[in-house]
């Protein structure tokens, strides 16, 4: 039983998914179904975090929308999520950064770059 689970499984798991890391600034492009039309939208902001191992993976981004901190889960292997494209690579020390929402302005989205000189 378990070795056909594992077999549906690997059929469903995206082969080109981007690499990327918590502490990262990256664009979601997920599929949206309107009507009998379809259309990318993209959500961009930081990678908070991520769970979950194979086709159970999902990933947490949040951005500041109008002044409102707006959290998002994704499946990553999901059939809406178009692509994730990364942005901006972000160091971090932590596996979840839920620090981040008790932050205000421009401290919220703000994450070190590995680029930049740490002194």
Partial sequence: MSNIITKIEAE?????????????SVKVH???I????????????????RKGTSLNEAFT???ISYGEGVERVFPL?????????????GRVRRARLHYLR?????????????????K
């Fill in 77 to 89: 292997h999901s059939p809406k999520v178009a692509k994730v494209e990364v942005t901006k690579v």
């Fill in 102 to 118: 008790d932050r205000k302005g421009k401290d919220a989205m703000t994450v070190k770059d590995v680029f930049q000189d740490s």
């Fill in 61 to 63: 981004v949040r951005k």
């Fill in 30 to 32: 997920t599929r949206v």
């Fill in 12 to 24: 469903q798991l995206k082969s080109d998914v981007t690499a990327f890391r918590v502490g990262d």
């Fill in 34 to 49: 309107e009507g009998d039309k379809e259309r990318i939208q993209i959500f961009a902001g930081i990678v908070i975090a």
